[in-house]
Structure formats: C-alpha cells, structure tokens
C-alpha cells in the first residue's frame, strides 16, 4: 500500500502536469506509472528526478537494454520491487530474451554472494586492481 495517494491527471498542479506531458512525449505513451504519480506530491522532486532519469538513460555510450539490465540489477540488490518489475518490463521491451533474464539472474546472485563474502573477511584490493 502506497504511503501517499496516487495524483490522477485532474489532482495534478501545472507544474507536476508538465512533467507527466513530457514522460508521455518522451515515451510516446500516454501511460504514467505510479512511481511518478506518487512523486507528483512534490513537483520539484518529480521534475528533477524525471530530468535525471532523462539524462541517465537516454542515449549514451552504453546500450539502452544494458542499461535496463543494470537497473534490474541494482534494484533486486536494493530489495525494490516496483523498480525491479518496471524495469524488469522495460528490457523485455528493449529485446531482453529470457536466456538473458536467467543469465542476469545468475549474475546478481553471484555478485551478491562473492560481495558478501569478499566482505565478510575483508580481503584486502589487489594492488593490480587499483591501477
């Protein structure tokens, strides 16, 4: 259950509607999910976030799907369901095959238990690494 109410189009200040009229523009939709609907509270918030999100996965030197995995990734490492099932939903969109989805699967597994130990015995950086 959300924590604050989720704004429909009609509740929205004009500076909150502008926002959602770009995410609709930008993702030639005109469907808005509930993180951005509970963040149209504060549409400062709402813009900037929206305006980072913009930069970070737009175009760039990494491709779209990979970056879709990558928060994939970091989301199901931060326990945040929402993220992992949006995002999850955007690189099947982008191509992410379910070969694909069982392989990042493994590889945060991995990550997570190499991490965890790596940690646990504080093992020291390879001086080779840090170069």
């Given at each position: ?87 999850t939903a955007s690189a099947r969109a982008k191509g992410m095959t379910p070969e694909m ?7 945060i597994g991995m990550a997570n238990q190499t991490n965890a130990l790596a940690n646990a ?11």
């Open positions: 259950m959300a924590t604050v109410k989720l704004l429909s189009d009609d509740e929205l200040s004009a500076d909150a509607k502008a926002v959602f009229d770009d995410i609709r523009a930008v993702r030639g939709t005109d469907f808005i999910n509930n993180f951005w609907r509970a963040l149209a509270h504060d549409p400062a918030l709402l813009k900037a976030t929206w305006d980072r999100l913009k930069a970070v996965m737009g175009p760039g030197a990494l491709d779209p799907l990979v970056k879709e995995m990558l928060y994939v990734a970091v989301s199901a490492t931060n326990g945040c369901a929402y993220c992992a099932h949006s995002h989805y069982g392989e990042l699967l493994a590889v015995m504080q093992v020291p950086v390879d001086d080779l690494f840090k170069e």
